[in-house]
């Protein structure tokens, strides 16, 4: 079992950044791939960024390609989500993920979830 905590969101102005992090317990962690999902108000929560469970593999969505950087530190049981030059359409609930070794891309993929951090984009 993997429990899932994330810190890091809150306010930020438009071409700001922020970094998101999510600590896991659980001595399983480096046999789970890690996702980073976002939830808008009124849109379904989509996938962000992933990271296979050796940290060899990585996949964004088309609009964080070049912003967003996802890494994790098997050592620490962390996965960080490095979100820069921020826009207002950002601004979302994201979520960590977990689920066993390979990258998945839907949010029926993931077997445990955080409670989700807030990030908010001003313009």
């Known amino acids: 079992q993997v429990q899932l905590v994330e810190s890091g969101g809150g306010l930020v102005q438009a071409g700001g950044s922020l970094r998101l992090s999510c600590a896991a317990s659980g001595r399983t962690f480096s046999s789970y791939a890690m996702a980073w999902f976002r939830q808008a108000p009124g849109k379904e929560r989509q996938l962000v960024a992933a990271i296979s469970w050796t940290g060899s593999s990585t996949t964004y969505a088309d609009s964080v390609k070049g912003r967003f950087a996802i890494s994790r530190d098997n050592m620490k049981n962390t996965v960080s989500l490095q979100m820069n030059s921020l826009k207002p359409e950002d601004t979302a609930v994201y979520f960590c993920?977990?689920?066993?070794?390979?990258?998945?891309?839907?949010?029926?993929?993931?077997?445990?979830w955080g409670q989700g951090t807030q990030v908010t984009v001003s313009s």
């Open positions: 993920a977990a689920r066993p070794w390979d990258i998945g891309r839907t949010v029926t993929d993931y077997d445990h």
